[in-house]
């Protein structure tokens, strides 16, 4: 192959490397299995998970008018409703 040129590492870097790559890519597939929208419907908990917050915080988004589902004991929270809500307080840069 030209232009290559042959590098010689460690078992250590290789095992090194090795998790490092596996640690982005598992990022990489959570993001992006929480991005497509998989799990539609999600807990408090994994609600607050997914938008990065506090349960108390979460309880103050709730007053503020985030939409709850509540079914047969359980209350849920539907993904596109929390991306909708957060979208109204997004702020633009004015410059």
């Known amino acids: 192959m030209e232009g290559l040129i042959p590098l010689q590492v460690s ?9 490092l790559f596996y640690e982005l890519s598992k990022e990489a597939f959570e ?17 607050c998970e997914f938008i990065g917050i506090s ?14 589902i509540e079914l047969a004991g359980k209350v849920l929270v ?3 409703d929390v991306i909708k809500f957060m979208s109204k307080y997004k702020k633009e840069n004015l410059k």
Request: charged share 40%.
């Open 55 to 68: 349960f108390g915080h979460f309880q103050k988004l709730e007053k503020m008018g985030l939409p709850v």
């Open 31 to 47: 993001a992006a299995k929480r991005d497509t929208g998989e799990g539609r419907f999600m807990n408090k908990k994994q609600c």
């Open 78 to 80: 539907d993904r596109e």
């Open 11 to 19: 078992d250590e870097f290789k095992g090194k490397y090795y998790e």
